[in-house]
């Protein structure tokens, strides 16, 4: 609720004449700053309608003769809405008519419309970062539409203390830097792999980055796709093996990053590539070994004694302590996991003459340097078992969908024959667990929908139907979200085919322990009743969450993420494939949950964004650095190891000590400027006669 106005307008008029001779004399004195202030003041305000959704709730007319009384206010305009062309065109003849120096608009978000207003301030003669935005409808229309007179107050506040702040506003200059003409892509499952081959084949070197000895991702590990059912490796190898061959990509598998310095056109990357403990033919040659390297005979897998579970194969099958996930892998390159070797050196006799193993390889270090770079890290299934009531990994037949993929799949485990995890045995009667893990406000799973599994459940139906004579899938769901193209037409087209679909959630799962047999509760909420199903073989639909390394890999980059740990687009609208750290750009999953043809689009357009810096070789970086007013600096050093993006170094200058600002690496986070003891620091747009003018304004120019 908006606090009310309980005083007249003439003690507002007098604290507004004291808000007004504060922002005069901040204007009058910064005499330490490294810009001069403006003379004479003259500022413009244009309130915007939006329509209703702020004249809705905001009394415009009150707000536009409000502003008149502010000190420093030329110019009081109103428009229904204000980013339009005739909207922008009033801000542009209003500067030029009235030798405007400063621009106010109350309207929405600076987030969406900040650029638009500063170009028509630019267009109207004045410096683009002469212009100020009062946010009035997210921060004001929208949450208080049922407090008109509050709502009003409330806008005419931020209109005051916008004001304040524009009568200081000071000419600024962004920084052009130049752009290194190569990216990097981090993470190569379908959604890094797309977005390497766009901008390989827009001409850019690209690195693409694999933690993983081979790429391809969770895709690689499906059997086929809804709904058009193509079988996911086939469709999958050819991009594969294209980003294998583009001479344009530099493709290094087994390797994590390590750290990230810099800003968007230069960013000083270190990677650690993992010891792989084999040589690539290329590695041997440059070691003189002459056609040696890895040719993926496989003879060291045979003769190795150490046997694992195979992650690809959701450990379902074993593979050795010298390993490839399975034989279509790109690189075709073997991996010796060290944490299990002995080091009894069998695989390196059975190497012979290609001299490819090294059981003393360490990790290796490289730095390169890129102008932008995607993240494309994707994701992992939430550890299902957290939900104790449906019995996985204490019950052999509770199986994971990702299991169910690899159970089905001609490649996999078993040969693609879907048979019982405890006795292997054809199950009859299969049910299929929705939602599991998913839109759970327990707080043991996840509250939002994982978007996929609702098709993929819908997939595994079919494809036990057509595998298994005479099986009945049952589907328990809460909706069925077939949301994409040709997705609704699958649907009808499994119900054809015989699946049961019960709407209502599990509750829990019971093992009869002798048969192993399962037996399911819910409720059915269409016919308003418990049911309780006995099963062969129960599939959870399992949540899905940010992969592992998701959060070390974002603060690396100064990537933001949701409560949920997906990683933050800049505006999930507008710039949905941006991040706000300049020259940083998402794709795919690691967003948050999307299907194939959606993590494809993403990708597409994270490649296209990623490589428009790129193609213009320069990019202006916003000039809100922070400044060091030398005469002021006691030259501590204090600051110098805030700096969270290392912007500062104490430098020597006439005999003394001063700090010294990079402000292509200064993000205008503002730590050093609110810590210095000698208040020797000058933060760009956010100086502190412009901040103080604000506060003042709003503590001693309000309505009380
Ligand atoms: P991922 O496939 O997860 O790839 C991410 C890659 O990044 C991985 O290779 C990983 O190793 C790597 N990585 C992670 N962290 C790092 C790091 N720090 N550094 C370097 N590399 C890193 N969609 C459909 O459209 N149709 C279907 O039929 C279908 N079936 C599905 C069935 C199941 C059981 C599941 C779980 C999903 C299914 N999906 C389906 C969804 C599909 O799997 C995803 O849309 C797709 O895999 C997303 O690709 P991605 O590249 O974003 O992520
Ligand atoms: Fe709406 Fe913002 Fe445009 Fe005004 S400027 S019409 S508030 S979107
Ligand atoms: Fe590679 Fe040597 Fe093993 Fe053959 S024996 S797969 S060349 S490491
Ligand atoms: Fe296997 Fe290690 Fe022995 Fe090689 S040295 S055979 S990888 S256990
Ligand atoms: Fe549940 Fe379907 Fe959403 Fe998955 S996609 S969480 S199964 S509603
Ligand atoms: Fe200079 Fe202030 Fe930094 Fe100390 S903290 S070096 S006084 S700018
Ligand atoms: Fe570093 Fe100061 Fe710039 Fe923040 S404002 S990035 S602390 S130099």
Redesign the pocket.
């Given at each position: 609720m908006v606090e009310k106005k309980t005083k007249k307008e003439t003690s507002a008029k007098k604290e507004t004449k004291k808000a007004a001779a504060a922002a005069t004399s901040q204007a009058a004195s910064p005499a330490a700053s490294p810009a001069a202030p403006q003379k004479q003041a003259k500022v413009g305000v244009f309130i915007c309608h939006c329509g209703t959704n702020i004249a809705g709730s905001i009394d415009i007319k009150a707000v536009q003769e409000y502003a008149a009384t502010l000190p420093n206010v030329a110019h009081v305009d109103n428009y229904q809405y204000q980013c339009s062309t005739p909207g922008q065109k009033k801000i542009e003849d209003a500067i030029k008519e009235k030798g405007l120096t400063g621009i106010v608009v109350a309207a929405c978000s600076p987030r969406l419309h900040e650029p638009t207003f500063r170009t028509a301030t630019k267009e109207g003669g004045l410096n683009p970062f002469r212009f100020e935005m009062a946010n009035i409808r997210e921060q004001n229309a929208w949450v208080h539409m049922h407090d008109r007179e509050g709502a009003t107050s409330k806008a005419k506040d931020a209109v005051r203390i916008a004001v304040a702040k524009a009568s200081l506003l000071q000419d600024l200059f962004p920084k052009a830097v130049k752009v290194e003409k190569t990216a990097m892509v981090v993470g190569a499952g379908v959604a890094g792999m797309q977005a390497a081959l766009d901008l390989a084949n827009a001409g850019i070197k690209t690195y693409l980055i694999e933690k993983s000895p081979t790429i391809g991702g969770r895709m690689s590990q499906l059997d086929k796709t809804f709904p058009t059912l193509d079988c996911s490796q086939c469709i999958l190898t050819p991009k594969m093996v294209d980003v294998g061959r583009a001479p344009n990509i530099n493709l290094m598998t087994y390797t994590e990053v390590d750290s990230v310095e810099g800003f968007i056109g230069n960013f000083d990357i270190t990677l650690r590539k993992k010891a792989r403990g084999v040589l690539t033919p290329k590695e041997a040659e440059a070691k003189g070994i002459v056609g040696g390297g890895c040719n993926g005979c496989g003879d060291?897998e045979g003769?190795?004694?150490?046997v694992q579970p195979n992650p690809f194969e959701m450990g379902m099958k074993p593979r050795?302590?010298?390993y490839i996930y399975h034989p279509q892998v790109v690189p075709l390159i073997y991996t010796?996991d060290f944490e299990s070797?002995?080091?009894?050196?069998?695989?390196?006799t059975s190497c012979g003459d290609k001299k490819a193993?090294d059981?003393e390889m360490k990790d290796e270090f490289e730095k390169v340097k890129v102008g932008t770079a995607i993240l494309a890290v994707g994701f992992d299934l939430f550890p299902i078992e957290k939900k104790e009531e449906w019995g996985y990994k204490k019950f052999d037949n509770v199986v994971t969908s990702l299991e169910f993929e690899r159970l089905i799949c001609a490649s996999g485990p078993t040969g693609g024959h879907l048979v019982r995890p405890s006795d292997g045995v054809t199950p009859k009667k299969v049910a299929f667990v929705l939602c599991a893990g998913s839109r759970d406000n327990t707080g043991v799973g996840k509250p939002y929908c994982s978007r996929f599994c609702c098709m993929y459940s819908l997939k595994h139906a079919h494809q036990i139907i057509e595998k298994i004579p005479g099986v009945i899938p049952y589907i328990f769901y809460m909706d069925i979200r077939s949301f994409g193209k040709a997705y609704e037409e699958f649907y009808y087209r499994i119900q054809d085919e015989g699946a049961k679909f019960i709407r209502g959630r599990v509750s829990h799962i019971l093992e009869n322990p002798e048969t192993k047999n399962l037996t399911v509760f819910a409720d059915d909420t269409l016919l308003d009743r418990p049911v309780q199903i006995d099963f062969d073989m129960v599939v959870l639909a399992a949540a899905v969450q940010p992969s592992e390394d998701t959060n070390r890999t974002r603060k690396l980059f100064g990537v933001s993420c949701s409560m949920d740990g997906w990683l933050l687009e800049a505006h999930p609208k507008l710039n949905p494939c941006g991040t706000t750290t300049a020259g940083v750009f998402l794709a795919g999953v690691c967003q948050g949950p999307k299907d194939i043809p959606d993590t494809v689009a993403s990708a597409e357009g994270a490649a296209s964004a990623a490589s428009i810096p790129i193609h213009k070789g320069e990019v202006e970086l916003e000039p809100y650095f922070a400044q060091c007013m030398e005469e002021k600096c006691a030259g501590c050093g204090l600051c110098v190891n805030l700096c969270p993006y290392t912007a500062l170094a104490l430098v020597e200058k006439e005999g003394r000590k001063v700090m010294q600002v990079t402000e292509a690496k200064c993000k205008g986070c503002g730590t050093c400027g609110g810590f210095c003891p000698g208040g020797a620091i000058w933060m760009q747009h956010f100086a502190t006669p412009q901040i103080m003018a604000q506060i003042d304004a709003f503590l001693l120019g309000g309505e009380q």
């Open positions: 060291c003769v190795c004694p150490v050795k302590a010298i010796i070797c002995i080091k009894c050196g069998l695989c390196v193993i059981l």
